[in-house]
């Protein structure tokens, strides 16, 4: 069976970012094979840990994953500080080692594909347009135990912030985020937030119901006083008042979004400027497209403290609302000036986040914990919602396939991530009830 079969039959989707069906990229073909060892965003400890630790089945992953896509290369960026990662892989292998700087966003897929190569990925691309597949580090460890017969069951997670244990998981998908908390000790205040993801890139967790997915490298815990509830806080017409009153379009966040950096023509002044001043320029709006959603310019670059990433989030959701195309294709042949030298350090971004006190290990931990219930969304992954294929009261066992891709869809099928019976089916989710 090809690899791209085997990758669909198990679920596989990105592990790190939108969860785009891996079946998909090994489908393709490419020079370079790279994998994103960045682990960029601030307190997330995964793949860092589970390299050196699931190595062998890392390296067969990869191997396999090459030859998928019949890469001239393989290439696996990690930052010099994972040093336990970085000599796991001076060991021989079918790879050769990229070391990253420690800035951020490293692992913003296009940053990381210039540094490795020194090919800028066209507006509106993706790295295949410049001959590179990129996969996450547990991605491809999950490549690997496809090849075992193993589905996507659990995840890495990282646990951290105001919790008196920062650790990380493997737990099995679905797992509430309740129980995370409980494993790593519990939250160390009273009134505080949760995040899914990093401080710059994550979003806010509803309830502690809420189920760790494909997708998920951290749940993290903050006090409802911290500087980052601002902006997570939902109010986002707040958000935009204070916009329109206090911008004073000084381009800073311009000068230090990396996708301007890059070359491309986003600029988040120019769109602050345009919603402020409630000008109707289609070209200038549908730059929105061109983020990465980052979060440099609101958590590092404003010195007025404005949230652009949100505005722009906004603006792009509508955009696509009204079905308007992003139309932007410029090829850059050369970074902007300075590119190098406007990199921001990650050190200098927990500071400013205000992040160091929650900056420290969270070991990986050997427990080895089943759920009371798993709750498993139809759709974890970037594509159309999974379809059931059980039925309430059906037994299942773990890694039986409860939820298949729709016909000539894009998707990801969902499998059991523990024994028990199926209690609930809507249009949403499967939970399944250990017995
Ligand atoms: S950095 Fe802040 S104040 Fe300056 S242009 Fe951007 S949003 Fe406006
Ligand atoms: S979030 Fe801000 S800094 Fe990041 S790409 Fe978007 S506009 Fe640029």
């Known amino acids: 069976m090809a690899l791209s079969d085997v990758a669909r039959e198990a679920g596989i989707v990105g592990a790190g970012g939108a969860g785009f069906p891996t079946h998909i990229k090994l489908s393709s073909q490419a020079e370079f094979l790279i994998v994103n060892g960045a682990e960029c965003e601030p307190l997330l400890r995964v793949d860092q840990q589970i390299l050196p630790r699931e190595k062998s089945i ?41 070391i990253l700087g420690d800035f951020y966003p490293a692992g913003d897929e296009q940053i990381l594909v210039y540094d490795v190569t020194k090919r800028i990925v066209p507006e509106g691309g993706i790295p295949l347009d410049v001959g590179c597949v ?99 806080s939902p109010d986002l017409s707040a958000v935009l008042r204070r916009a329109v009153s206090t911008c004073c379009n000084c381009r800073e966040c311009t000068e230090l979004c990396p996708r301007y950096l890059l070359g491309h023509s986003m600029e988040p002044h120019l769109l602050m400027k345009v919603l402020s001043w409630r000008l109707a320029e289609e070209d200038k709006l549908t730059e929105a497209y061109l983020c990465c959603d980052c979060g440099l310019c609101e958590n590092y670059s404003c010195p ?73 969304p139809l759709k974890q992954h970037a594509g159309a919602p999974a379809k059931p294929v059980v039925k309430v009261g059906d037994k299942v066992k773990r890694g039986d396939l409860i939820a298949e891709i729709p016909e000539g869809a894009l998707g990801a099928r969902i499998h059991a991530s523990i024994d028990g019976v199926i209690s609930t089916i809507t249009s949403q989710e499967i939970r399944i009830r250990k017995e």
């Open 58 to 98: 890392f390296l067969r992953g990869l191997q396999a994953a090459m030859e998928a896509v019949r890469a001239k290369k393989g290439i696996v960026a990690l930052k010099a500080k994972y040093k336990q990662a970085v000599e796991a892989l001076k060991g021989g292998g079918p790879h050769e080692i990229f």
């Open 304 to 376: 007025m403290g404005l949230s652009p990433r949100r505005i722009i989030q906004a603006l792009k959701q509508k955009l696509s609302e009204h079905k308007i195309p992003n139309p932007h294709r410029n090829k850059p042949s050369s970074t902007r000036a300075l590119f190098s030298a406007k990199r921001v350090p990650t050190s200098r971004l927990i500071s400013r986040l205000g992040l160091t006190i929650y900056d420290v290990p969270a070991p990986l931990s050997d427990v080895d914990y089943q759920p009371e219930e798993v709750i498993l």
């Open 134 to 232: 990129v996969l996450n580090v547990e991605t491809v460890i999950n490549i690997g135990k496809a090849m075992d017969g193993q589905p996507v069951v659990d995840k890495y997670v990282t646990v951290g912030g105001a919790v008196q244990k920062p650790s990380t998981f493997k737990l099995p998908v679905g797992t509430p985020v309740r129980d995370a908390l409980k494993l790593a000790g519990g939250p160390t205040v009273e009134e505080f937030f949760i995040v899914e993801g990093g401080p710059n890139t994550g979003k806010l967790i509803p309830s502690l119901d809420y189920p760790i997915q494909k997708t998920t490298k951290g749940i993290l815990v903050f006090p409802k006083t911290h500087p980052l509830w601002g902006k997570f």
